[in-house]
């Protein structure tokens, strides 16, 4: 690394979600739910310079790690995305998000009169016809779900 290069501080024990699609870690913080008042340290990079990707962002959490849902939303917008799980300063377990091909529950679907938006229960579920531009179909009305529906919902 040259020294003109920003260095990002490691962190100690936590999450960093690397590798997101760059633009989107606003969105990624927004799913995990992050307002500003935790009291451990939050890193967030927009567009820095990637090896693999054009441009990356990276969230840094200290502290926490993300349960299953909260990485399928991170999947749905940013597809490339590596989670990193820190303990005592190492990488101790690297994962690459993978969006399943059928996705239900976490995210509604656009058609008001779509029977999984009515009182019967029935749960939303999505066909995975492309990862990127996200392109997700509801099993039940066809409608067609894409990357600014998903974070109008989030
Ligand atoms: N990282 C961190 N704090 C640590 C260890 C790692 O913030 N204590 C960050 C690194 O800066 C990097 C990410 O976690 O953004 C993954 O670390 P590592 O696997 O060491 O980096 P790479 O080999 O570059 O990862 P990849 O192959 O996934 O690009
Ligand atoms: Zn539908």
Do not use: W
């Not at 200290?62 to 349960?67: A, Q, W």
């Not at 019967?120 to 392109?135: I, N």
């Amino acid at each position: 690394m040259s020294e003109r290069e920003l260095r990002v501080s490691k962190i100690k024990d936590g999450t960093v979600i690397d590798h997101i699609t760059g633009g989107h870690a606003l969105d990624v913080v927004k799913i995990l739910g992050i307002t500003g008042h935790e009291k451990k340290p939050i890193t967030v990079a927009i567009h820095v310079p990637s090896k693999r990707l054009k441009t990356k962002d990276i969230v840094k959490i200290e502290g926490r790690e993300l349960n299953p849902q909260e990485v399928h939303k991170i999947a749905l917008l940013a597809p490339h995305a590596t989670i990193n799980i820190i303990r005592d300063y190492k990488v101790v377990k690297k994962q690459e998000v993978k969006l399943p091909s059928v996705i239900e529950n976490i995210i509604k679907c656009v058609n008001p009169a779509c029977i999984s938006n009515s009182d019967e229960p029935v749960r939303a579920k999505f066909y995975l016809d492309s990862e990127e531009p996200l392109v997700l179909k509801c099993h039940y009305c066809g409608c067609i779900i894409e990357k600014k529906d998903v974070l109008e919902q989030f």
